[in-house]
């Protein structure tokens, strides 16, 4: 008798293996939301990969997640404080690096990013996708001076990606996406001079790059409200992403 059929559907994504894939989450200041999104990922999907690229943080980011990965083994911290170049780019590229498993996802460390999505991206995986994009189908909280900046960045990120003649995504500007790891790090090694290492906006990066065959698949979602702290977006950022425009 096959028992599995009484467990319910909610139930059934803990059950299938998610060690295959590593969680990248570039952090600065992190501390209050990361307790509880490491109990979700826990809760959700108990033997994935986590490597929290850690950019400097000065308020016990560092030390939650190495006391936590005392106790969870599949928990890394990457501590990028002594580093000479610092941005949310360099960040993930150094975890992407580091990962050691088959596929990676990029998400942030303040919960804007579902991580019930997860396993939607796991499912593209094992239909072979090489990239994967969360696009925001709805945002909450943004005023309407951040929805502007996102729509004119947007555009005009699209409007580079046609002049290279690049597959152009719905929501080029995602911070929630995911990837073959040994695909992506054999493009990086390729391509280092053409990321601009300080942006926010590394799927940008990865945009203007990818080669235009790869099998791209994307996943809607409601980008929601950070749970606590505050955004990290200044001026260095918005003119690092202008430089990305043209490199």
């Given at each position: ?97 580091e990962t050691k498993t088959e596929n990676f996802i990029v998400m942030d460390g303040d919960l804007q990013h579902p991580p ?132």
């Open positions: 008798m096959n028992h599995q059929k009484n467990i319910p559907y909610k139930d059934k994504s803990s059950l299938r293996p998610f060690n295959d894939i590593t969680l990248i989450i570039p952090t600065l200041n992190e501390a209050e939301n990361l307790p509880l999104l490491f109990g979700l990922l826990k809760k959700l999907y108990p033997d994935i990969k986590v490597i929290i690229s850690d950019d400097g943080s000065n308020d016990g980011t560092k030390d939650i997640t190495e006391k936590i990965s005392k106790e969870n083994k599949n928990i890394q911290l990457i501590n990028r404080s002594k580093k000479k170049i610092h941005g949310i780019c360099i960040s993930v590229i150094d975890a992407i690096f019930e999505k997860i396993k939607e991206f796991k499912e593209s995986f094992d239909k072979n996708y090489s990239l994967i994009i969360g696009t925001r189908e709805k945002i909450k909280g943004w005023e309407f001076k951040r929805k502007v900046m996102s729509y004119v960045a947007s555009l005009l990120g699209k409007i580079s990606l046609f002049f290279r003649r690049k597959k152009i995504p719905k929501d080029i500007l995602s911070g929630f996406f995911g990837g073959k790891t040994s695909l992506f790090q054999k493009i990086i090694n390729k391509n280092l001079n053409k990321f601009e290492f300080e942006s926010y906006k590394i799927l940008f990066d990865f945009l203007k790059i990818l080669p235009n065959k790869i099998e791209t698949k994307e996943i809607p979602y409601i980008f929601g409200i950070r749970k606590k702290g505050l955004s990290k977006i200044n001026k260095k950022h918005i003119i690092a992403f202008i430089k990305a425009l043209f490199k």
